[in-house]
């Protein structure tokens, strides 16, 4: 059974930073991405912030570039999210989703088949 677990989420400063982890496990495939999205308060999901995929492609909305990164550690099937210079409005629950088919910055959610369960950054002085 395919698991995608975030964990690193937390309380942190404006102009802080924190790490982000998401954990794959129980899939066979070759292949996979990883997209990270975030919910702020009162708002819809927000379109993919970053993307990583196992052919080492990677993309980061501009919305977010230059603040945040996106890597993966292939043998530990882990991808991480650094982001730097947080601002109050990155508040928000951070979702990471896997899709096993080739996804690009304007794959619909819906493909993302596997998600987690979010955790929390909130940034608060």
Do not use: H
Not at 9 to 20: A, M, N, R, T, Y
Not at 105 to 122: C, F, K, L, R
């Amino acid at each position: 059974q395919v698991q995608v677990v975030e964990s690193g989420g937390g309380l942190v400063q404006p102009g802080g930073s924190v790490k982000l982890s998401c954990a794959a496990s129980g899939f066979t495939s070759d292949y996979y991405a990883i997209g990270w999205f975030r919910r702020a308060p009162g708002t819809e999901r927000e379109g993919v912030l970053c993307i990583s995929d196992s052919d080492g492609s990677t993309y980061c909305a501009d919305s977010v570039k230059g603040r945040f990164t996106i890597s993966r550690d292939n043998a530990k099937n882990t991808v991480y999210l650094q982001m730097n210079s947080l601002k109050y409005e990155d508040t928000a629950v951070y979702y990471c989703a896997a899709a096993f088919r080739p996804v690009d910055p304007s794959t619909p959610i819906y493909e993302y088949e596997y998600w987690g369960q979010g955790t929390q950054v909130t940034v608060s002085s």
